[in-house]
């Protein structure tokens, strides 16, 4: 058996050509295997989500996060990245789709890619996975506790983000989704809604919601970690994509 991996820094083209910073973790064995493009959080391009980048080629998969606010300047630390375009309102869901488009691209061009890509993202970044697969043509997706898919945001909230359900009947892949009974974005009525209007559509998709757990639960340097729930959660994610990303 060989489970060793490697992870590092690499760059990718993005929406309209950018060249975009991002971190990629993939196996060293040659078995044919799926990628997983990584949306990280609004906080911005973490060790956190590295983390997440790095258990998936643990687990089999090739992984990357490309790094959303790398227009925000080269030599740019992350966090003055993330604050500069949360300042703007966050990442424009046209670019987001062309970045993600651009990331299952390179993982698509690596050696012993089985052609299947999957995607998934945190807070924010789970209505962005939402928006890719219903922008691309994926093979499953994973959204945890993604906010504002069925809501517009609260009028002082630092978002630009705008409802994105009315995309629902172009979703291209099962979904999977993961939320915290105690969230308020999502709220577990907003999950209902989208829950139902994905059922009314016919599109394949499983949710899940854990009591006792609120927004980011899988955030192990957050207060708001609860670990039965991430580790349940991670056991769903990873028999989902086993389903839908195998050769």
């Known amino acids: 058996m060989n489970d060793a991996i490697w992870a590092g820094t690499v760059s990718v083209a993005g929406h309209e050509g950018a060249e975009l910073e991002a971190y990629l973790a993939r196996p060293l064995s040659d078995v044919p295997r799926g990628g997983v493009v990584v949306i990280h959080h609004m906080p911005g391009y973490d060790p956190g989500t590295k983390e997440f980048v790095r258990t998936f080629a643990a687990h089999g998969y090739a992984a990357l996060c490309p790094n959303l606010y790398s227009r925000e300047g080269a030599g740019v630390s992350p966090d003055d990245q993330a604050a500069s375009a949360r300042a703007k309102g966050g990442v424009p869901d046209g670019q987001l789709v062309g970045d993600v488009a651009g990331a299952a691209a390179h993982l698509n061009a690596l050696d012993h890619a089985n052609g299947r890509i999957g995607v998934i993202g945190h807070c924010s970044g789970g209505r962005q ?16 506790y993604g906010a504002f898919v069925v809501s517009d945001p609260p009028g002082d909230h630092p978002t630009a983000a705008r409802s994105i359900v009315a995309k629902a009947p172009d979703l291209s892949c099962p979904l999977l989704g993961l939320f915290g009974e105690d969230d308020r974005f999502p709220s577990p009525d907003e999950v209902a809604a ?52 195998s050769a």
Request: proline share 3%; hydrophobic share 50%; charged share 25%.
């Open 129 to 144: 996975a939402f928006l890719a697969a219903c922008s691309l043509d994926l093979d499953a997706a994973v959204d945890c």
């Open 194 to 245: 989208l829950d139902a209007e994905l059922t009314r559509l016919g599109k394949e998709h499983e949710f899940h919601t854990y009591a006792g757990a609120g927004h980011a639960f899988f955030a192990v340097e957050r207060p708001a970690f609860r670990p039965a729930a991430a580790k349940d959660g991670w056991a769903k994610i990873f028999a989902f994509y086993g389903r839908h990303l």
